[in-house]
């Protein structure tokens, strides 16, 4: 079996392993006590914390160990926007942040705060003149990942950072996705990390907040980690995830090369090997391990379970793999295909045989998927003009990808100039409809009302 979801939980760390064997035996007391047991606890959880902070670029004294990635990050926002609540009550987020952060900001509009969403290009990056322009007096934070869980585009941070310390807006940053290939450059304000991410055991998460950043933690008062992270330090799960932290950072050069020529050779054979595949995510300014395209014509769903099967672990974000059954917020911001979606995320040590396995294995699973989904009658438009000048498609009740199929199979059936209107009540069809256009070069004409659902018209060019 070929473990490819790194980016959701990466494999446990030799190392980490290690660390949490031993540190059961040395790290159960409490680090507060004066006692002997108490004092070979505390050493242990301080070297953590300057082992930690080494990596992430910042004092151990600004450092603290939390529950989870998650709770790094609420804690931060939360707490930075009490410290600012007198500047205003305005947040900035990227339109692809991690639910983490766009939980945060939706609780703080239920709240009574504004947020301010700033979108991103096909390749998922923002802008930092965006960004800036974004700010506004009222700004107390605004929050960046370093780069995104979904299709490894790496964001730009320093630049951003910068129009942020210019406007005097402190800048959090997620870098869960990429603390185990180097520190984040740029001068932030926040940053938080989950230790899962990097092969460190699940339930620790960090969170640095720079010295002079304005900060009150929300909730009951508690005396441990500076009053930022309530409840008794699992040390045996900090101490393991400080150890794993160093130890892929020692190896972080090496598999960067390694790894990205593989999700690189990823990148450039799959379009060769599946018709119709869009891959998504920035091509150059992107993590070493992450890769993810989507198929025309295909169900991620099953096509998921099929690779499954064929004993490859993968993720996705189409809509028909979650249970909200709409697309990935990530793709839906890009504008790019969401149907069967394909995230490959190699792990630490994968190698070149895994990906020419997974390569020979692809095809054939699509090609699978398709025909059950009767996909395989799907052919250009045929070049003669047809009669009909307009069809209309009704495709209600049915899920992504069948009003792709539905419309690809018609286009050819309308002369060019002529269109197509497509009517489906599938959320995801407002994605995948115009993504569709733009990879088969037709016109997405726009989005009209309908009795049920939506009429998505489209205009034949060729």
């Known amino acids: 079996m070929s473990y490819f979801d790194a980016a959701s939980s990466a494999p446990l760390h030799p190392v980490a392993r290690q660390a949490l064997l031993a540190s059961l035996d040395e790290g159960w007391a409490d680090p507060a006590r004066l006692y002997r047991e108490g004092r070979r606890a505390r050493l242990l959880l301080d070297a953590a914390r300057e082992a930690a902070a080494d990596a992430v670029g910042c004092r151990p004294d600004e450092l603290v160990f939390t529950p989870s990635g998650t709770r790094a990050v609420h804690a931060g926002i939360f707490g930075a926007l009490a410290g600012r609540r007198r500047v205003g009550r305005h947040l900035v987020v ?4 991690h639910s983490s952060v766009l939980h945060s900001a939706a609780a703080l509009e239920t709240d009574g705060g504004s947020v301010t969403e700033v979108g991103v290009d096909r390749a998922g990056s923002v802008s930092p003149g965006a960004y800036a322009d974004a700010l506004r007096e009222d ?9 995104n869980h979904e299709v490894g585009t790496v964001q730009p941070v320093a630049e951003v950072a910068a129009a942020c310390r210019a406007a005097g807006v402190p800048l959090l940053v997620d870098a869960a996705q990429s603390l185990a290939w180097g520190p984040v450059e740029g001068d932030w304000s926040l940053l938080a990390g989950s230790a899962h991410k990097w092969g460190g055991p699940a339930g620790v998460g960090l969170l640095a907040v720079r010295k002079g950043v304005r900060f009150a933690t929300q909730g009951p008062a508690d005396e441990r980690e500076s009053g930022r992270a ?3 330090e699992n040390i045996p799960a900090v101490v393991a995830a400080a150890a794993s932290l160093r130890a892929v950072r020692a190896e972080a050069a090496e598999e960067d090369a390694r790894l990205r020529e593989l999700t ?3 990148r450039a054979r799959v379009p060769e090997l599946v018709p119709d595949v869009e891959v998504v995510g920035d091509p150059v300014r992107r993590l070493p391990h992450v890769v993810t395209f989507s198929c025309l014509y295909v169900d991620g769903e099953t096509l998921l379970h099929e690779l499954d099967r064929a004993g490859f672990s993968v993720s996705s974000g189409s809509s028909c793999t979650s249970s909200t059954l709409t697309p990935s917020h990530v793709l839906k911001a890009m504008g790019v295909l969401s149907e069967g979606n394909v995230r490959v995320s190699l792990p630490l040590g994968t190698t070149g045989d895994d990906v020419e396995r997974f390569l020979r294995v692809l095809p054939g699973t699509v090609a699978s998927v398709r025909e059950r989904l009767g996909a395989t009658a799907v052919t250009a438009p ?5 009669s009909a000048p307009s069809l209309v498609v009704d495709a209600l009740g049915k899920r992504c990808p069948i009003p792709v199929i539905e419309l690809a199979k018609v286009i050819g059936d309308v002369p060019v100039g002529g269109t197509v209107t497509v009517l489906a009540d599938d959320e995801a069809a407002r994605l995948d409809i115009p993504a569709w256009c733009e990879m088969r070069s037709q016109e997405y004409v726009g989005e009209e009302p309908a009795e049920r659902g939506a009429a998505y018209v489209v205009r034949r060019l060729s």
């Open 94 to 97: 990227s339109a692809v942040e």
């Open 139 to 147: 700004t107390a934070l605004a929050c960046l990942q370093s780069a």
């Open 230 to 232: 309530a409840g008794f």
């Open 264 to 266: 690189e050779r990823i």
């Open 382 to 386: 045929a070049p003669a003009p047809a």
